[in-house]
């Protein structure tokens, strides 16, 4: 059985997101998206509404998901048993950022594999960051968003 967990903050979820989730279905028996818990950083959207976007937006897909952790995505890797850890790669940027990352976790727990997914061309400048800038300061970002996230 391979289990991928997609870990990430999704505050909220993103279309880009949504299309690496999407498109990494057909590779993996079941997908965890795993909402990190982060002492020190304060989300903007609550964890409730972050959960409930995301489960409503892949209730059509049996093998996908949603949990929310605190503590190392290696750990819960463990946890959950995952022999994956799904990310999606816009920039090179991203790639700088996740290959550091990815390269720590590989150490940390060697059964571990990091499977990369570029983002669609369309995606590319989607971020949760910006999402969260437009809201703030009165903007629509509806078509940023998967149609089960309500940004109001
Ligand atoms: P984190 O807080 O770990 O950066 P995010 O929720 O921002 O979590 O992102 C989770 C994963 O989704 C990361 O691998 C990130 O690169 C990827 N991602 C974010 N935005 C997009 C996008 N627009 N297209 C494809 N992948 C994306």
Redesign the pocket.
Known sequence: MKIAV??????PI?I??E??IKRAVPLFDKIIIAI?KNADKKSYFPIEKRIAWIKEGFKDYPSITVSEYSGLTVDFCKIVKAQYIL????TSA?FEF?RSVGQINKQLYPEVETIFLL?LPE??S???STIRDIVSNGGDASRFVPKSVTLI
Do not use: K, V
């Open positions: 997609f870990p990430g903050s999704f505050d993103t880009g997101h299309s690496i990190g990310r999606g790669l816009r991203d996740e983002s995606h590319t989607i971020s949760s």
